[in-house]
């Protein structure tokens, strides 16, 4: 069975860091691009950031870059997405996916269940 589990959202503070898990169990990540994904209540879902399946390229939102990071360990059949110096904004719940790659959702058919990420003081 094909699962996408994610992991390690919470409550941070402004400024704070999170890093988020998404692991995969019935299905090798090699051979799929992988998007970080986050809706906030009353929006739509968007894309945060992506990694390809080929040669490990990223992509981010405007609205994260430099800020966070996502990378791939296919030993542990896993990607993270590092997450500093959190906003307000950035709450919402988050989910990974797996599929063809871009911050398109309609080029991923796997999706995970989400985590939930809240930046408040």
């Known amino acids: 069975q094909v699962q996408l589990v994610e992991s390690g959202g919470g409550l941070v503070q402004p400024g704070g860091s999170l890093r988020l898990s998404c692991a995969a169990s019935g299905f090798t990540l090699d051979y799929y691009a992988i998007g970080w994904f986050r809706q906030a209540p009353g929006k739509e879902r968007e894309g945060v950031s992506c990694?390809?399946?080929?040669?490990?390229?990223?992509y981010y939102a405007d609205s994260v870059k430099g800020r966070f990071t996502i990378s791939r360990d296919n030993a542990k059949n896993t990607v993270y997405l590092q997450m500093n110096s959190l906003k307000p904004e950035d709450t919402a719940v988050y989910y990974c996916?797996?599929?063809?790659?871009?911050?398109?959702?309609?080029?991923?058919?796997?999706w995970g269940q989400g985590t939930q990420v809240t930046v408040s003081s």
């Open positions: 996916a797996a599929g063809d790659g871009g911050l398109g959702l309609q080029n991923y058919d796997y």
């Open positions: 990694i390809s399946s080929s040669d490990g390229s990223t």
